[in-house]
């Protein structure tokens, strides 16, 4: 009678521990909606960020004005960027032919990028920061500076979506869709 009572416990215990770690995966994917937790600036900030790529070209953001912008924080000793960039280069190649950008704004050193862009093979920029881009993403309500962070921003600038945490597929192409097909 014990081990059956000790069994129902720990099968409970189980399936609460199942259901907050879902809970919270969601959670984490739910985007924040624009302007909650986003200063009036953070746009501004984000398109006038001017950073080298991997090959030390400089790029600033808003050379890709008029396009959707997916701005993702990003670096390469975080597993959860590493989980989720095969799925945004699917995506950004997907739509190489739309007016939609891809830009990784990673925090390493320019080294470690060029690798990581050989390795995975990403089609889009990959832009190399500091610690200090990272303060950038506080604008947006990323108060943590936690990655991986995604921003995307509408054709005409402005803050579409805000989202902590893995993207996967499905769900970059449902927020670029809502953005070129409202």
């Known amino acids: 009678m014990k081990s059956v ?24 994917n739910r985007p924040a909606q624009a302007p909650e937790g986003v200063t009036p600036d953070a ?33 390469t000793w975080c597993p959860p960027c590493i989980k989720e960039i095969p799925e945004f280069s699917e995506v950004a190649r997907r739509y190489r032919d739309a007016p939609v950008q891809f830009v990784g704004l990673s925090i390493d050193s320019a080294e470690n990028v060029r690798d990581f862009r050989e390795r995975f093979d990403v089609p889009y920029p990959l832009l190399v920061g500091t610690s200090n881009t990272l303060g950038l993403a506080e604008a947006f309500g990323n108060s943590a500076r936690a990655l991986p962070f995604t921003v995307i921003l509408g054709r005409d600038g402005a803050v579409a979506d805000v989202t ?19």
């Open 5 to 28: 009572l000790r069994t129902l416990i720990v099968l409970a215990v189980a399936a609460a521990a199942a259901v907050a770690g879902l809970y919270a995966g969601q959670a984490l």
């Open 43 to 75: 746009a501004q900030r984000l398109l006038a960020t001017a950073l080298p790529d991997a090959d030390g070209r400089m790029h600033t953001v808003s050379d890709w004005n008029g396009r959707v912008i997916v701005a993702n924080f990003w670096a």
């Open 164 to 182: 902590l945490g893995t993207l996967n597929e499905d769900q970059l192409v449902e927020r670029i869709e809502g953005l070129l097909h409202p």
